[in-house]
Antibody, heavy 119, light 111 residues
């Protein structure tokens, strides 16, 4: 049973960048898309983008295009989400999730990483 | 960009009652691209329904999904106490964007 383990909580100042990791244990990423979502306090889920670790191909929703970068390190079955130019509006719990290619469903989620942006 | 609108925003029902949650898309989407999740406070979302009508592994048969085109529905036939949570629909838009989006969620609360 694969487990997605995300890095720990972060506190950042406005204007800084943050990089959150998501590592798979128990199974490789081969054949899976890895997605990133976020959830601001008391708000709903917001989809951010995906990366296909096999090729490194990425897609981002327009809101995050140019400010979010998704990368991967297949040697350690990890994917990363980096946000630049943080503002207080980026304070949220960030989730990674796995999609078996072509199924459109996320059957496995990371535990979430709280990123707090405050001066 | 396809927008998903869920209604109602909050649904107040009692255990044993039937719940009907709606998800409307701004453009027609393939039913195979519609997925529903359940999220309880402080927890990670849980996969409920995929392909608009297929229950995920371990999901009780009181949960059902239906719909096509722009209108999709999640039905819980007889509410159990553990079903009170927030429910999100999600869609995938194929070429040329290959992007996803979530609805804003429906909170199902105990009346």
């Amino acid at each position: 049973q694969v487990q997605l383990v995300q890095s720990g909580a972060e506190v950042k100042q406005p204007g800084a960048s943050v990089k959150v990791s998501c590592k798979a244990s128990g199974q490789s990423f081969t054949g899976y898309y890895m997605h990133w979502m976020r959830q601001a306090p008391g708000q709903g889920l917001e989809w951010m983008g995906w990366i296909y670790p096999n090729s490194g191909e990425t897609r981002y929703t327009q809101k995050f295009q140019g400010r979010v970068t998704l990368t991967r390190d297949t040697s350690i079955s990890a994917v990363y989400m980096e946000i630049h130019r943080l503002t207080s509006d980026d304070t949220a719990v960030y989730f990674c999730a796995r999609e078996e290619a072509g199924t459109y469903k996320y059957d496995n989620w990371g535990q979430g990483t709280l990123v707090s942006v405050s001066s | 960009e396809i927008v998903l609108t869920q209604s109602p925003g909050t649904l107040s029902l009692s255990p044993g009652e039937r719940a009907t949650l709606s998800c409307r898309t701004s453009q027609s989407v393939s039913s195979s691209h519609i997925v529903w999740y359940q999220q309880k406070p402080g927890q990670v979302p849980r996969l409920l329904i995929y392909g608009a009508s297929n229950r995920a592994t371990g999901i009780p048969d009181r949960f059902g999904g239906s719909g096509s085109g722009t209108d999709f529905t999640l039905t819980i036939s007889r509410l159990e106490p553990e079903d009170f949570a927030v429910y999100y629909c999600k869609q995938y838009h194929d070429s040329p964007t290959f992007l996803y989006s979530f609805g804003q969620g429906t909170k199902l609360e105990i009346k």
